[in-house]
């Protein structure tokens, strides 16, 4: 059974920092990628960032962009997302995602890409 567990969520003010963290456990075969997607009340899922297991490639929204670091933990086998300059748009429910097998060029954002899902984690950023 696989699972995939966020945690770090929470409320923070504006200008403020957040690191989100998730794990991943029980793939049949190896995780390929991992990724950050959140949801905003009343909007679709998007793509925050991912990067590749062995750390060599890492991909960000525009959004995103010099304010937030995707990482991982390989030895603890934990993926880090460090939310900084926070602001409110950037509020929503945050999941953590494993992808298996090879992601198509170009698309890497993109929430199909992505298998395995966590239960998601709130990220609420106040005015």
């Known amino acids: 059974q696989v699972q995939v567990v966020e945690s770090g969520g929470g409320l923070v003010q504006a200008g403020g920092s957040l690191r989100l963290s998730c794990t991943a456990s029980g793939l049949e075969f190896d995780v390929y990628a991992m990724g950050w997607f959140r949801q905003a009340p009343g909007k679709e899922r998007e793509g925050v960032s991912c990067i590749n297991w062995s750390g060599d490639s890492t991909y960000y929204a525009d959004s995103v962009k010099g304010r937030f670091t995707i990482s991982e933990d390989k030895a603890k086998n934990i993926l880090y997302l460090q939310m900084n300059s926070l602001a409110p748009e950037d509020s929503g429910m945050y999941y953590c995602?494993?992808?298996?097998?090879?992601?198509?060029?170009?698309?890497?954002?993109?929430?199909?890409?992505?298998?395995?899902w966590g239960q998601g984690i709130p990220v609420d950023v106040s005015s």
């Open positions: 995602a494993a992808h298996v097998g090879a992601l198509v060029p170009g698309h890497h954002l993109e929430t199909g890409q992505f298998e395995y």
